[in-house]
C-alpha cells in the first residue's frame, strides 16, 4: 500500500501562488498612485471640471479610490486576516495620505471628512469584494473539496 503525497498548498502550486499574490501586489501599486495624486501640488492640478457642481465631489473621489485598494487588497479571497490587513492598511493609507496634503510643499488641505470617506470606501470595497468571492465560492478554499 503506498501512501498518497500530501495535498499541494496555495503558494507550491505556481499558478495560484500568482494569483494569490497578485491582488496585494496590485493593492501596493495602487498605494503608490494614491500617494502620487493625493500629493501633487495644487499648482500641478487641473482647474475645476464638471464635477466640481457636484456638492462635495472629491469625497466621492475619496472613497472610490479606496474602495478599489480594498477590492484589489481582497483580491478574491476574503479571509479574515487579509480583512483585517487591508483595513489596517487602508486606514493607515488614508491617514499618511491627509497628513501629507497639510505639508506647506503640496499646499493642499488635509481633511479628516476625507478620511472619513477614504475608510467608507475601504468598506464598501472589503463588501463588494467579499460578495463577490461568496458568490463564485471562493471564501474558504482551505475547507473546499477536491
Known sequence: MTI??????????????????????????W?????????????ALPEDGPMARI????????????????ILGVGGRPTHRRIA??????VLLATVS????????????????????DTAGLLVGIAL???VAWKLGRTNPEKRQN
Open 98 to 117: 491627509e497628513l501629507g496634503q497639510s505639508l506647506p510643499i503640496v499646499n493642499r488641505s488635509g481633511d479628516w471628512f476625507d478620511g472619513l470617506a
Open 4 to 29: 498518497p503525497p500530501p495535498p499541494a498548498t496555495r503558494l507550491q502550486e505556481p499558478r495560484l501562488a500568482v494569483r494569490w499574490a497578485a491582488g496585494p501586489v496590485l493593492a501596493i501599486l
Open 85 to 90: 490587513l487591508v483595513l489596517v492598511s487602508g
Open 55 to 70: 456638492p462635495h465631489h472629491d469625497k466621492y473621489i475619496h472613497a472610490g479610490i479606496f474602495g478599489l485598494f480594498a
Open 31 to 43: 498605494s503608490i498612485a494614491i500617494l502620487v495624486v493625493c500629493w501633487t501640488p495644487r499648482a
Open 129 to 131: 469584494a467579499s460578495a
